[in-house]
């Protein structure tokens, strides 16, 4: 069954316009013009087809992978409120994680909460990307989306380089 992941990436309502989901990874460029590239792929477990997180990098055009970051789905709440209803044992195959096999007309990651992973992602890309994410914080209350405003990071110390 296929993972699904652009409905994924678009649960987390991700500000980069310039952005496309290739396979099951997101890529986008915060920087129009710039050097550097987001990506957002899911990390796998020692299960098959069985993902526990997402890894976030930074790409250079010219130099490759700059940085990564592994954001698990459980230190993020993103399955919390799933597991607490149905009872699923802390350290079991299935807490915190989400595999490829569903109910036909429903995601995998079905009972998902974006919320945690989404500020994580945001956090990540204000050091990287200063400025890049201005769009609004989505406030999620049962499967619905508001606006609220985001406050600017200030920027970083000048003469500092990457």
Sequence with gaps: MPLQ???FFDELCLPFPDSAVVGDTYYAIPVPAGPWRLSIGFTRTIHTDTYGGLRTAVLHTERGEIDAVALGFIDHGTFHRRDEA?????????YGTFDTHHRPGHPPWEGVVTTGLRDAIERYTHI???GAWTAPIP????GRIAGRSVVPLPAPPSGRSR
């Excluded at 149905?86 to 299935?94: A, C, E, V, Y």
């Excluded at 406030?139 to 049962?142: G, K, Q, V, Y």
């Design 5 to 7: 992941a652009a409905e």
């Design 139 to 142: 406030i999620r209350a049962e």
């Design 86 to 94: 149905l009872n699923t044992p802390r350290g079991s195959k299935r």
């Design 128 to 130: 990287w990307f200063p």
